[in-house]
């Protein structure tokens, strides 16, 4: 892929069902998520409530699709999801730079069991400040609190 080509603008409110439907995508086969009924709920979550208070960003082709998308509020990284054809080929780690420069995001939340999240925020300069084992939800979802230095 021809990464020039690539944009990264806000996403804006009639598109948060396409924004959802990559965070759907991105999540499929890994182990936090391997229940559907979680994601389906998730997935309401998101759209309802969620998406509507965070600065979202997508990073697009050339025809203006979302290829990827970072949430962020409080100048925290919520969520950071890549379709998995686009996966491994630096768009999270685009939208990661650009909230950090752009947005001064310098804290995040991430799943324990996710390992490539886990590397690709240690590798930009995020360190693990504590680890909580329930999520947001008060599931039995182990995950780190990152602070970017």
Same mark, same amino acid.
């Given at each position: %892929?021809? +990464? ?16 959802? #439907?990559?965070?759907?995508?991105? !999540? ?6 391997? &229940?559907? =009924?979680?994601? %389906?709920?998730?997935?309401? @979550?998101?759209?309802? &409530? ?13 025809? +203006? +699709?979302?290829?990827? %998308? !970072? ?6 990284? *919520?969520? @950071? ?5 686009? #996966?491994? #080929?630096?768009?999270? =780690?685009?939208?990661?730079? *650009?909230?950090? &420069?752009?947005?001064?995001?310098? =804290?995040?939340?991430?799943?324990? =069991? ?18 909580? &084992? ?10 780190? +609190?990152?602070?970017?230095?």
């Amino acid at each position: %892929m021809n +990464q020039k080509v690539l944009t990264i603008s806000e996403i804006q409110q009639f598109e948060f069902p396409c924004a959802v #439907q990559v965070w759907v995508q991105s !999540v499929r086969g890994q182990k936090e998520w391997e &229940d559907k =009924k979680e994601v %389906m709920s998730f997935r309401r @979550l998101l759209l309802q &409530d969620y998406l509507p208070t965070l600065t979202c960003l997508a990073i697009r082709n050339e025809r +203006q +699709q979302i290829l990827g %998308m !970072v949430g962020i509020a409080n100048k925290q990284v *919520f969520l @950071l999801s890549v379709l998995p054809n686009y #996966q491994r #080929q630096g768009l999270a =780690k685009r939208l990661l730079d *650009f909230a950090i &420069d752009e947005y001064g995001a310098h =804290k995040a939340e991430i799943p324990a =069991k996710n390992e490539a999240a886990l590397a690709l925020f240690h590798a930009q300069g995020f360190y693990s400040v504590a680890r909580h &084992d329930k999520d947001a939800l008060n599931r039995e979802k182990p995950w780190y +609190q990152m602070i970017y230095f």
